[in-house]
């Protein structure tokens, strides 16, 4: 009996896109955090946005 990898590879796949969109997700959170715990110098935008 022929082991079945397609679904292995399809469920490793699936749990490798939900990792990657968790770590986006945080990353996308936290830089702004990080950002303004630092302070505005790392991101002027973010003062010329406030005026």
């Known amino acids: 009996m022929q ?3 397609s679904g292995v ?4 796949i699936a749990r490798a ?3 990657a969109c968790v770590i ?3 990353v996308a959170v ?3 955090i990080l ?3 630092e302070g505005s110098l790392s991101v002027p935008w ?3 946005a406030r005026g």
């Open 9 to 12: 590879r399809t469920r490793r």
């Open 3 to 5: 082991y079945d990898w």
């Open 17 to 19: 896109k939900m990792a």
């Open 35 to 37: 950002a303004l715990k």
């Open 46 to 48: 973010l003062m010329s």
């Open 30 to 32: 936290s830089a702004p």
């Open 24 to 26: 986006i997700t945080m």
